[in-house]
């Protein structure tokens, strides 16, 4: 019965999205927010609503749809740098990490009444992305600087501005913590109000402090070519997870307690701020693929010879898709740490790095819907049906699963390499095609001076 | 197809020279190799004693990487793979020999069938046994992989078969961690002989008599370093010979250097693919159960970072190259030892990764590897 019961969950589910994605594909704006605000009040009153005993989602199916918003933000990411600009990654779950851990730390410090995170934070990406800009927009007047000379000049602005946040930040410390209160007695900057618009800042700056550390580590490691790639990336995933397992001893941020977990997170994400940050991934995702830019991502995917060859920079073109597939990774990252409460190394361990490479390859590379029915998919029959499934097994169920999740991937590699989806689109997400405008084609002069010379 | 670039006016010669700014990328590396040497010539010379230790110390893990590098870099040379699962077989290797050596007593048979043998030949006999089964159980399930797994997608998309590597590593892992087939656990290890350790001073070597630590300045080593070194040279050679002198060899460089005239020439490209794995298999069976004598702890994930490691090594010594495994396994052995000793323990994954970045990008196709053939 109960497995019953989730596989008609995932069913509802891809009916759902099906339908989302088709009402936001309506010509009239009205509609399409009309059609946002239903969808999202469904899901809130399937979560609120009891009848009895019976839920329509309960405690735990709030936990996985959570689980299943990040995992499609980071799938999302990992699909644009994957499936639509062809460079393998298996970075993307350290930029995860980098985003969850950096989100938790500005909320834990404020809620204790220290707004060094925010600060620090806020004006090392203020700075740093200046100064990245800066530097990025110089080197573009000055073609021929070598890779190593452009990443030392990044990396020591990117130093330089960030320790000028730092002294900033301790600056401001002093005249704001008394407003902050502590833990027990919270300052009037502690209300509910501002700790929500605190939590909005903390996901924005979290993703975007991924997205610069993906900037000045993609510089470099995009010279190495494909495969080398991958395993580089793989490498920052290992370094990232090592640095958060000493994050207490190497880093020195004592609230983080390195292996032993970063506990005491607020739990402010509801479905309300994981749907709005879905939504404003896959709208920004969808406009990037369908703009100029997204037939250039493409072009680099299909060819890059002959993306060169069209004068298609593909150097920055890989470079910046890679920081915009880690700004989502990021927000997801935020999204994860203050819905779970508590983050622990474990959880961005180099294994489950694999996650949403499995999740994209299964969706179908480069395609959206099958990225968002992937993780959505996959998060419930994972978490979900298999757990029921497997619960006869006692504690050897987990070790089970591990076991079966390979092997259908095996058999999907054999039987059906383009994933399950292949290129499929649904509703809103299809390409769509700018009206061609009628060119009026007016003979030229000479033409017309030739023509009366013969007539 | 060669194309004469230099007498082409079409490339534009003066664009390609002007490289600005290039001393600030030089002036860093050069900060960076001067702040390296620093830091080791510094413990160098306060206590060299401890600098050789950790030498020695990187050298046996310098020596059990090439092992399982060489697998590596032979598969990736021939089908451009990189075989997740190379690592997990190292894994299989040790747990086999674990295996064979508590539940069957495989490294004692001689003394059980000829009472009379003198005991080193029984440890040296046993011993082999103990590793050669590790080895044929460890080809056997390499080919199998190959067959099953690989083969079928030996025509689509490389990535298809990186992810298919992926799935098999996973599942290797997991089905290990299965209560009925290794369990989960981290299991001490049986060591088929003794690990008996010696120092060395000025005064000679000595071995070392337990409860009693070496004295001060002096440097430890044990039989099982002395094992791994000569074991990995000899593969080495071995390698060296099969790929450069015999028939087989010339076909597994055939093969790596096109698939298809190969074919054309006559060679059973499915067969040389077959005997590429299973040879790097073999060695990588080998590599585990010095490892697990070494080290004496076994888990079904120990084989995933000595594997990523071994790849890398493999990528360092420019991938393809037999003494380029060699020569990178090394470096990454020493980089790992010395930072474990002078930097940090857990940072020694980071180092090692970015020396991977730092080497690449001044020698794109690692230290050993020829320049890349343009995409055909």
């Given amino acids: ?455 | 197809m060669q194309q004469a670039v230099t007498s082409d006016p079409l490339t534009p010669v003066a664009y390609k020279s002007k490289k600005r700014l290039s001393w600030v990328g030089k002036g860093f590396l050069i900060l960076l190799a001067v702040g390296v040497l620093f830091i080791l010539g510094d413990n160098l010379i306060k206590n060299p004693a401890l600098f050789v230790q950790y030498v020695v110390d990187g050298l046996q893990l310098g020596f059990v990487y090439a092992l399982i590098a060489l697998g590596y870099t032979m598969v990736y040379g021939i089908v451009k793979l990189i075989n997740f699962a190379h690592g997990d077989i190292f894994m299989v290797g040790s747990f086999i020999s674990f295996f064979s050596i508590t539940e069957f007593n495989m490294h004692l048979w001689p003394a059980a069938l000829f009472p009379d043998l003198p005991k080193l030949l029984v440890v040296i006999i046993g011993t082999l046994t103990v590793i050669a089964v590790s080895m044929l159980v460890c080809v056997a399930l390499a080919v199998t992989i190959e067959k099953v797994a690989y083969k079928p997608l030996r025509d689509a998309p490389r990535i298809a078969a990186l992810i298919t590597a992926i799935g098999v590593s996973f599942f290797l892992e997991y089905f290990g961690a299965l209560y009925f087939v290794f369990s989960s656990r981290f299991i001490p290890y049986k060591q088929p002989f003794d690990v008996v350790a010696y120092y060395i001073n000025g005064s000679g070597i000595h071995q070392i008599v337990a409860g009693t630590p070496p004295p001060v300045g002096s440097i430890t080593f044990s039989n099982i370093f002395v094992i791994i070194v000569v074991v990995s040279i000899l593969v080495q050679i071995f390698l060296q010979f099969l790929v450069r002198r015999t028939k087989i060899g010339v076909a597994m460089r055939a093969t790596s250097y096109d698939k298809n005239a190969a074919r054309l020439m006559g060679i059973n490209v499915d067969q040389v693919v077959s005997f590429t794995f299973a040879i790097g298999s073999a060695f990588a069976g080998l590599g585990g159960v010095l490892y697990a004598i070494a080290y004496s702890q076994i888990w079904t994930q120990m084989g995933i970072l000595p594997g990523l490691k071994a790849f890398v090594a493999a990528v360092l010594g420019g991938i393809g190259s037999l003494p380029g495994a060699l020569v990178g396994a090394l470096i990454m052995g020493q980089a790992e030892a010395l930072t474990m000793g002078y930097i940090s323990t857990p940072m020694r994954d980071a180092v090692a990764f970015t020396i991977l970045i730092v080497v690449l990008l001044i020698r794109p196709t690692g230290i050993f590897g020829e320049p890349e053939k343009e995409k055909a």
């Avoid at chain 1, 730092?166 to 833990?183: A, F, K, M, R």
């Avoid at chain 1, 369908?290 to 072009?299: E, F, L, Q, T, V």
């Fill in chain 1, 1 to 455: 019965m109960e497995i019953f019961i989730s596989i008609v969950k995932i069913a509802l589910i891809i009916a759902y999205f099906y339908g989302l994605l088709k009402v936001m594909d309506h010509s009239s704006i009205w509609v399409k927010i009309l059609g946002i605000v239903v969808a999202f009040g469904i899901v809130q009153l399937a979560l609120s609503l009891q009848f009895g005993d019976f839920q329509v989602l309960n405690a735990f199916d709030n936990g996985l749809l959570m689980q299943a918003c990040t995992m499609t933000m980071v799938a999302l990411g990992l699909n644009l740098i994957y499936g639509f600009n062809g460079q393998f990654s298996l970075g993307q779950w350290g930029f995860y990490g980098l985003g969850a851990y950096c989100a938790a730390d500005i909320t834990f410090r404020w809620a204790r009444g220290d707004s060094r995170g925010l600060f620090v934070v806020g004006f090392g990406v203020l700075f740093a992305g200046l100064a990245i800009w800066t530097i990025f927009k110089m080197l573009e007047k000055n073609r021929g600087v070598p890779v190593l000379s452009a990443f030392t000049l990044y990396l020591v602005a990117v130093v330089a501005s960030s320790a000028v946040a730092v002294v900033l930040g301790n600056l401001v410390n002093p005249v704001l913590s008394p407003l902050l209160g502590t833990i027990s007695e919270p300052g009037i900057l502690n209300s509910q109000i501002v700790k929500e618009i605190i939590f909005f800042l903390a996901i924005v700056l979290a993703g975007i402090f991924a997205a610069e550390v993906s900037f000045l580590f993609g510089l470099p490691v995009f010279t190495l070519g494909s495969d080398y790639f991958g395993i580089a990336t793989l490498g920052f995933s290992i370094v990232v997870y090592t640095l958060m397992n000493n994050s207490d001893t190497i880093l020195g941020f004592t609230e983080m307690k390195g292996g032993r977990g970063m506990i005491g997170i607020e739990k402010t994400t509801t479905w309300f701020w994981a749907f709005f940050f879905l939504l404003v991934v896959i709208i920004v995702m969808r406009n990037l693929i369908n703009s100029g830019i997204g037939r250039m991502i493409k072009a680099v995917r299909e060819d890059e010879t002959a993306a060169l060859a069209m004068g298609i920079n593909v150097a920055n073109n890989k470079l910046i898709v890679f920081v915009i597939g880690s700004l989502f990774a990021g927000i997801g990252g935020g999204v994860y740490a203050h819905y779970i409460g508590f983050l622990s190394p474990g959880t961005f361990s180099f294994i489950n790095s694999f996650n949403p490479l499995i999740i994209v390859v299964f969706g179908g590379l480069g395609s959206m819907t099958g990225t968002i029915t992937a993780s959505f998919g996959w998060t419930f029959f994972l978490e979900g049906l298999l757990r029921n499934l497997l619960s006869g097994l006692g504690t050897e169920a987990p070790t089970w699963r591990f076991v079966l999740y390979p092997i259908a991937l095996l058999l999907l590699m054999l039987l059906r390499p383009q994933g399950l989806l292949g290129t499929a689109e649904w509703g809103f997400l299809k390409t769509t095609f700018l009206k061609s405008k009628k060119i009026k084609i007016e003979p030229s002069e000479a033409a017309l001076a030739g023509k009366g010379e013969a007539g």
